[in-house]
Antibody
Framework: EVQLVESGGGLVKPGGSLRLSCAASGFSFINAWVSWVRQAPGKGLEWVGRVKSKAVGGTTDYAAPVKGRFTVSRDDSKNTLYLQLNSLKTEDTAVYYC???????????WGQGTLVTVSS | DIQLTQSPSFLSASVGDRVTITCRASQGINSYLAWYQQKPGKAPKLLIYLASILQSGVPSRFSGSESGTEFTLTISSLQPEDFATYYCQQLNSYPSFGPGTKVDIK
């Protein structure tokens, strides 16, 4: 059974930092492209960033609103995905989901999400 | 950047109705379009990928089609568990989502 379990969310002040983790199991993590997607309260889905598999270079891509502030990384030895959030703004408040592409161009599996609240 | 629009933003329907949701891309996306269903407080669920391929385990009342840069999600006979918000997503370039269509009970 595929499982993605996020952790690390919480309340942080504007300008602060946070690191989210996503533990994966039940599929070949090393071959998957993994992304973070967020959803602000009452709003739609927004792709945040991704890291490709090492087989295609392990490169990262980011959405414009987070580029330069957020960093996506992976540890294939631990089947874990990370999202480092720096210089947080109130508009970064959202539920953050990790999600994976395991062969088809689609986000096949999703975690349950972790809430990040940026407020003074 | 590729922009996606969805119509309608909201629709009210009854059980048994045929429902159609449209997603338009600002440029060609080579069929790299997926559809997701999201219920309140839950993560999105993949329904369709590559515009028309049904994800394993998804009921056959869901179908997808495309015509150029216009994509359609159809639910042939709406069931009580289908009341949710539906999002399209393109993966031809950096992924992006449409704004969503909420399907509510009439």
């Amino acid at each position: 059974e595929v499982q993605l379990v996020e952790s690390g969310g919480g309340l942080v002040k504007p300008g602060g930092s946070l690191r989210l983790s996503c533990a994966a199991s039940g599929f070949s993590f090393i071959n998957a492209w993994v992304s973070w997607v967020r959803q602000a309260p009452g709003k739609g889905l927004e792709w945040v960033g991704r890291v490709k598999s090492k087989a295609v270079g392990g490169t990262t891509d980011y959405a414009a609103p987070v580029k330069g502030r957020f960093t996506v990384s992976r540890d294939d030895s631990k089947n874990t995905l990370y999202l480092q959030l720096n210089s947080l703004k109130t508009e970064d408040t959202a539920v953050y989901y990790c999600t994976v592409e395991v062969g088809n161009p689609s986000f096949d599996y999703w975690g349950q999400g972790t809430l990040v609240t940026v407020s003074s | 950047d590729i922009q996606l629009t969805q119509s309608p933003s909201f629709l009210s329907a009854s059980v048994g109705d045929r429902v159609t949701i449209t997603c338009r891309a600002s440029q060609g996306i080579n069929s790299y379009l997926a559809w997701y269903q999201q219920k309140p407080g839950k993560a999105p669920k993949l329904l369709i990928y590559l515009a028309s391929i049904l994800q394993s385990g998804v009921p056959s009342r869901f179908s997808g089609s495309e015509s150029g840069t216009e994509f359609t999600l159809t639910i042939s006979s709406l069931q009580p568990e289908d009341f949710a918000t539906y999002y399209c997503q393109q993966l031809n370039s950096y992924p992006s989502f449409g704004p969503g269509t909420k399907v509510d009970i009439k």
